[in-house]
């Protein structure tokens, strides 16, 4: 069993940065893939970035640039450090959990998730 708290959300204006950290418990949580996502209200949820336990990373495209994953195993934490964020950034952002071991990028791949953090992104 892995839980996951996020935490770093808040108002930011465009073009600013926020750094949001996912704190990860769970004797195997540092061998987990680990990803992000994000939604809007309104709107499905939809992938943003992910990590493995090698360091591999992968972004969708419209972050790519703009945010930064990495991981800290040995404080079990995962963090997305955004960017020029942009008025269409503004979601709840959740940190996700898969044990497959790879770069995924579905929601279905990912098996425990956290309860989220709002940013909000003002023009």
């Known amino acids: 069993q892995v839980q996951l708290v996020e935490s770093g959300g808040g108002l930011v204006q465009a073009g600013g940065s926020l750094r949001l950290s996912c704190a990860a418990s769970?004797?195997?949580?540092?061998?987990?893939?680990m990803g992000w996502f994000r939604q809007a209200p309104g709107k499905e949820r939809e992938f943003v970035s992910a990590i493995d336990r090698s360091l591999n990373t992968f972004y969708s495209n419209s972050v790519k640039g703009r945010f930064t994953i990495s991981r800290d195993n040995a404080k079990n934490t995962v963090y997305v450090q955004m960017t020029s964020l942009k008025p269409e950034d503004t979601a709840v952002y959740y940190c996700?959990?898969?044990?497959?071991?790879?770069?995924?990028?579905?929601?279905?791949?990912?098996?425990?998730w956290g309860q989220g953090t709002q940013v909000t992104v003002s023009s």
């Open positions: 996700a959990a898969s044990s497959a071991m790879r770069l995924v990028i579905l929601m279905n791949q990912y098996d425990y």
């Open positions: 769970g004797r195997t949580s540092s061998r987990y893939t």
